[in-house]
C-alpha cells in the first residue's frame, strides 16, 4: 500500500513540475514578445521622426556658415553649395561639397561640416592661397591676376578683396607658373635683396630669353632662368662698389652672360632737381615781357 502512495505521489511532482515548466516557457515567451514589441515601436518612432523632423537646410544665406575667407566673398563660397536646399543632412556628401568650395580659384582647402543641433546646418572653413605676387600683361595697365604662392593664377575681376601684394610681374598673355616656379624666383629675389639690401619691385618675363628685374634704382638684367641664374646673381656684390660712382648714369645691370657683367651707362648723368629749378627760373627770366 505504501509503495502505490509513494509511485502516486512521484507522478503528481512530476506533473506538476511539467505544469511550471510550461507555465515558464509561456512567461518567457510573453517576455520576449515584449520586448520585440517595443523595439520594434521604438523603430517606428525613430523613423517616423528622422523623416517627418526637418533635417535639412531650408534657407542656405542662414543656415550656412563661413569661416576663414578674406578674399572669397561669404556669398560666392555659399552659391557653390546652394544646392544643399531641402536635401536631408544623412544625404550629403561632405567630400562633394569640399570640392565644390574649392573649384573657386581663390580657396585652397575647404573643411565642410555637417550639424543637427540645435537647428540643422552646416559649417564651411576655408584655407585661402596666399598671395605671392600681382601679375599683369602691359606695366602701364593695373594689376589683373593675383599669382598666389602655389601657382594658382586669381583672377582680380571676380575676387575684388583680394589683398594684392607689392610685387609685380609682367608676363605674355597666358602665362602660367608652377608652384616650383613660384619658391625658385622667390628664393632668387630674396638673394637679390640680399646682396643690395633694396626691395625688388618688379619682374618682367615678357621675353623669356630677357627677363628684366627691377630691385630698387638697379635695372638689372637677367637672360634666361635657367640653373646657371643663381651663380650669375652671385656675381652682383662684386660690381656694386664699383657702380657707386656711377649710379646717376647707370640704366642697366646685364647679368645674362657668363663671362663678364657689361653695364650701359647714359652718355649725359640726369640733371639734378637743384638744376632743373634753376634752369627752368633762367628761361623764364630771359623770356620777353608781354
Not at 586669381?154 to 578683396?161: D, G, L
Not at 594684392?164 to 637679390?192: M, N, R
Request: with cysteine; proline share 8%; charged share 25%.
Amino acid at each position: 500500500m505504501s509503495l502505490i502512495m509513494h509511485v502516486e505521489k512521484r507522478r503528481e511532482w512530476i506533473k506538476s513540475r511539467r505544469q511550471q515548466k510550461k507555465l515558464a516557457r509561456r512567461a518567457r515567451l510573453r517576455r520576449q514578445l515584449l520586448r520585440y514589441l517595443c523595439l520594434a515601436l521604438l523603430l517606428f518612432a525613430g523613423a517616423c521622426v528622422f523623416t517627418r523632423l526637418p533635417w535639412w537646410i531650408s534657407d542656405p544665406t542662414t543656415d550656412i556658415s563661413v569661416r576663414g575667407n578674406i578674399v572669397a566673398t561669404d556669398e560666392q563660397i555659399k552659391a557653390k553649395i546652394a544646392d544643399v536646399a531641402g536635401v536631408p543632412l544623412f544625404a550629403l556628401d561632405p567630400r562633394q561639397l569640399e570640392a565644390k568650395v574649392e573649384s573657386l580659384q581663390s580657396v585652397k582647402h575647404a573643411f565642410v561640416r555637417r550639424h543637427v543641433f540645435p537647428k540643422p546646418h552646416i559649417s564651411v572653413e576655408v584655407l585661402e592661397e596666399f598671395p605671392w605676387a600681382t601679375f599683369s600683361c602691359d606695366p602701364d595697365k593695373p594689376a589683373e591676376f593675383v599669382i598666389a604662392q602655389s601657382g594658382r593664377m586669381i583672377p582680380i575681376s571676380e575676387f575684388p578683396n583680394v589683398i594684392q601684394p607689392p610685387l609685380k610681374v609682367y608676363g605674355p598673355p597666358g602665362f602660367h607658373i608652377s608652384q616650383k616656379e613660384v619658391g625658385q624666383w622667390a628664393s632668387w629675389l630674396a638673394y637679390i635683396s640680399q646682396q643690395t639690401s633694396m626691395p625688388t619691385y618688379f619682374i618682367d618675363m615678357r621675353k623669356p630669353f630677357d627677363i628684366c628685374v627691377q630691385n630698387g634704382d638697379l635695372h638689372l638684367k637677367l637672360g634666361t632662368a635657367d640653373t646657371t641664374l643663381s651663380r650669375r646673381l652671385g656675381r652682383l656684390t662684386s660690381v656694386l662698389s664699383a657702380i657707386e660712382p656711377l649710379k646717376n648714369r647707370l640704366q642697366y645691370i646685364d647679368l645674362g652672360l657668363d663671362n663678364n657683367i657689361p653695364m650701359k651707362l647714359a652718355k649725359n648723368p640726369p640733371p639734378k632737381d637743384g638744376e632743373v629749378k634753376k634752369d627752368k627760373a633762367a628761361i623764364a627770366v630771359s623770356q620777353p615781357q608781354m
